[in-house]
């Protein structure tokens, strides 16, 4: 059965500007054998040309088409529920330009959304300006609720942080898109080109890569390379499939797919037909 993976960045094929150990093998195995995988990302910032540009300086053979960031997401899920509309932005060129490519507008004032994402140029000024429109009636929307986001030279407030201070102040809640949220898992997937059975998370976060992969159903893997260790795993009502110290063990997928990881379960994809859907792929 044909297997396509969801990975998580950092953590799992980097930290911070350092490749981790046997990824760039990874990705060049899955594409020797033709394994169809995605990049997911919670951050809102980059573009999909800039992640990839950024994974080809350390060495990662990929393309534009591997990247899936939560503002593509996020201005995917905005154009179908609300055509044409407009929105406040806090955030960065990411953000900006998934919405301008989903046919949105970017105001300063009456917008429809109030779109939350990473940004260094934060202000009072804007965090006023988002509250009035947000008692205004415009909704609130997260590109992700990552707390913080770690940096070379240590830690700054993310996302998550940004949305708290405007869900405390006006007592409305956001809509988050960003993983672990059912929106951006199942674009993913959807992008990816893969049922639900066939569809592998690999990430190296509890608390967003393995729970949004749970909630899905989709197979899970989860590597301790990242922010997640083995003694914290019995803090969660929920586990991965797999555990792997790093990708360097899934250098040879197909033979780790047979071996070690559970098989997808085909009731979970929604078919037409599912007895002739089992015929075609037993």
């Keep these: 059965m044909q297997t396509g993976l969801l990975i998580d960045m950092d953590g799992v094929i980097y930290r911070s500007s350092e490749l981790i150990a046997g990824a760039d093998e990874f990705i060049r195995t899955l594409k020797r054998e033709r394994i169809p995988f995605l990049f997911l990302t919670n951050n809102s910032q980059r573009t999909r040309r800039d992640v990839t540009t950024k994974l080809q300086r350390m060495g990662i053979d990929v393309e534009e088409e591997n990247i899936f960031t939560c503002a593509m997401a996020t201005a995917r899920f905005l154009a179908k529920h609300k055509p044409n509309g407009t929105a406040f932005v806090l955030g960065e060129g990411g953000l900006l330009q998934a919405l301008h490519l989903n046919g949105y507008s970017v105001v300063d004032h009456d917008p429809d959304f109030v779109v939350v994402g990473e940004g ?73 080109q893969m049922p639900t059975s066939q569809t592998v998370m690999v990430g190296d976060t509890m608390e967003t890569d393995i729970l949004g992969g749970v909630q899905m159903g989709y197979r899970t893997i989860l590597t301790l390379s990242g922010s997640t260790k083995r003694e914290d795993l019995d803090q969660f009502a929920y586990g991965p499939d797999v555990i792997v110290d790093s990708v360097a063990e899934l250098c040879d997928p197909k033979v ?27």
């Design 120 to 192: 260094r140029t934060l202000t009072l000024e804007n965090l006023e300006n988002a509250v009035d429109m947000i008692l205004g009636g415009a909704k609130l929307i997260a590109t992700n609720m990552d707390p913080n986001c770690p940096t070379k030279s240590g830690t700054r407030p993310g996302s998550g942080a940004t949305v708290a201070y405007l869900e405390t102040v006006t007592g409305r809640k956001a809509l988050n898109m960003g993983k672990p949220s059912p929106i951006m898992m199942r674009a993913a997937r959807k992008e990816l």
């Design 256 to 282: 780790f797919f047979e071996n070690r990881l559970p098989r997808g379960i085909i009731e979970d994809d929604t078919v037409a037909n599912l007895a002739a859907w089992k015929l075609a792929n037993a």
